[in-house]
């Protein structure tokens, strides 16, 4: 089994829908999650980055986290034709096993004008 | 401000060639890693270090190797290359600070291995 399962998508959605991008993990020693955006032909780059259980806010974008469930999501409200990308999700935790930084495989998304 | 520098950005290899693939970061970053992404993936992890002088397999090592010398170079090697590591390769490094665990990147080493 993976430690770090992501639907690779690809996702279209109209201009201006809510998007659900969504990770789940299988190890409970991850503690810190984090958002990363890709265009192409380009390398990563944090988009959000949470630790506890919950929801964290940032513009037209939420990170949600539940570690009970060992299951993250992404939320883009007012999808814009410039979020087109690719969506990572990543995990990590500092000592022991788990302490290097996990990628998902990535959901390509497309908004369409 | 550099960041994360890789060269070379592209490279064509033949079958049993070797390279080292450069990265160097600025940031006195302790955490460095090397990824791989094949086309419409995710990245994999290859090797990472968490400090001079130690590093560590990720999931797909075989047929490369690393050092880490100093805090801020990174090579990764590839010995008698094989198509199969037709690829764009990522470096990254982050600090080992758990109130700031951003991982900044190269923008990629493109090898296609004929």
């Known amino acids: 089994q993976k430690e770090v399962e992501q639907d690779p998508g690809p996702l279209s959605v109209p201009e201006g829908a809510i998007v659900s991008l969504n990770c789940t993990y299988s190890?409970?020693?991850?503690?810190?999650f984090m958002w990363y955006r890709q265009y192409s032909r380009k390398g990563p780059e944090l988009l959000m980055y949470?630790?506890?259980?919950g929801n964290k806010e940032d513009g037209r974008f939420t990170a949600q986290v539940d570690k009970s469930s060992k299951y993250i999501s992404l939320f883009i409200r007012d999808s814009q034709p410039s979020d087109s990308a690719t969506y990572l999700c990543?995990?990590?935790?500092?000592?022991?096993?788990?302490?290097?930084?996990?990628f998902g495989t990535g959901t390509l998304l497309a908004v369409q004008p | 401000n550099a960041g994360v520098t890789q060269t070379p950005k592209f490279r064509i290899l033949k079958i049993g060639q070797s390279m080292t693939l450069q990265c160097t970061q600025d940031?006195?970053?302790?955490?460095m890693y090397w990824y791989r992404q094949d086309p419409g993936m995710g990245l994999k992890l290859i090797y990472y270090?968490?400090?001079?002088?130690?590093?560590d397999k990720g999931e797909v090592p075989n047929g490369y190797n690393v050092s880490r010398s100093t805090t801020e170079d990174f090579p990764l090697r590839l010995e008698l290359a094989a198509p199969s590591q037709t690829s764009v390769y990522f470096c990254?490094?982050?600090?080992?600070?758990?109130?700031?665990?951003?991982?900044?990147f190269g923008q990629g080493t493109r090898l296609t291995v004929v």
């Open positions: 990254a490094s982050s600090y080992s600070d758990p109130r700031n665990t951003e991982a900044f």
């Open positions: 190890n409970s020693a991850f503690q810190y």
């Open positions: 949470t630790y506890s259980s």
């Open positions: 990543a995990m990590i935790n500092y000592g022991g096993a788990t302490n290097k930084l996990i």
């Open positions: 940031m006195n970053h302790n955490y």
């Open positions: 270090s968490v400090g001079a002088g130690i590093t």
